[in-house]
C-alpha cells in the first residue's frame, strides 16, 4: 500500500469515528432533553478521548506497517478502558444509577474500535 493510499485510510477513519462520535453525543443530548435518560458527559467524553487515543495508535502503528502489534495496542487499550470505567464507577454517583447505558455505550465504542481494527488488518494483508 502506497503512503498516500495508507495516510486517506487513515483520515477517512479518523472522519468516520469523529462523525459517528458526534452522532451519539447528538443522541445523548436528545434523550437528556426529552427526560428519557441523564448521562454524565464526563463519563462519554472519557470514553471518547480514550478510544480517539486508542484509533490514533493503532494508525500510527498502521502506518508504519507494525502490522504484527495492533492485536496488542487494542487489547491493552480496551483492558485499559475497562479500568478507566471501573474506577470512574467507584466515584461517580451518576455511574451506579445508569449503570446499564453507560455499558451499552461501552459496547458501541468497542464495536467501533473492533470494526476498525479488522479493516485496518484486512488492507494491511
Known amino acids: 500500500m502506497q503512503p498516500m493510499e495508507k495516510f486517506l485510510v487513515v483520515l477517512k477513519g479518523l472522519g468516520l469515528f469523529l462523525l459517528?462520535?458526534?452522532v451519539l453525543f447528538i443522541?445523548?443530548?436528545q434523550l437528556a432533553e426529552n427526560n428519557v435518560v441523564m448521562l454524565s458527559?464526563?463519563?462519554?467524553?472519557l470514553m471518547f478521548f480514550v478510544t480517539l487515543i486508542s484509533l490514533l495508535t493503532i494508525l500510527v502503528v498502521f502506518a508504519l506497517e507494525k502490522k504484527n502489534i495492533i492485536g496488542f495496542i487494542f487489547l491493552g487499550f480496551v483492558v485499559f478502558?475497562?479500568?478507566?470505567?471501573?474506577?470512574v464507577a467507584m466515584f461517580e454517583k451518576d455511574f451506579e444509577l445508569n449503570i446499564v447505558p453507560y455499558f451499552v455505550l461501552y459496547w458501541i465504542y468497542l464495536l467501533i474500535e473492533v470494526i476498525f481494527?479488522?479493516?485496518l488488518v484486512k488492507k494491511q494483508d
Open 41 to 45: 458527559y464526563k463519563i462519554h467524553f
Open 81 to 87: 478502558k475497562i479500568f478507566a470505567i471501573g474506577y
Open 20 to 22: 459517528f462520535s458526534a
Open 117 to 119: 481494527v479488522l479493516k
Open 27 to 29: 443522541i445523548q443530548w
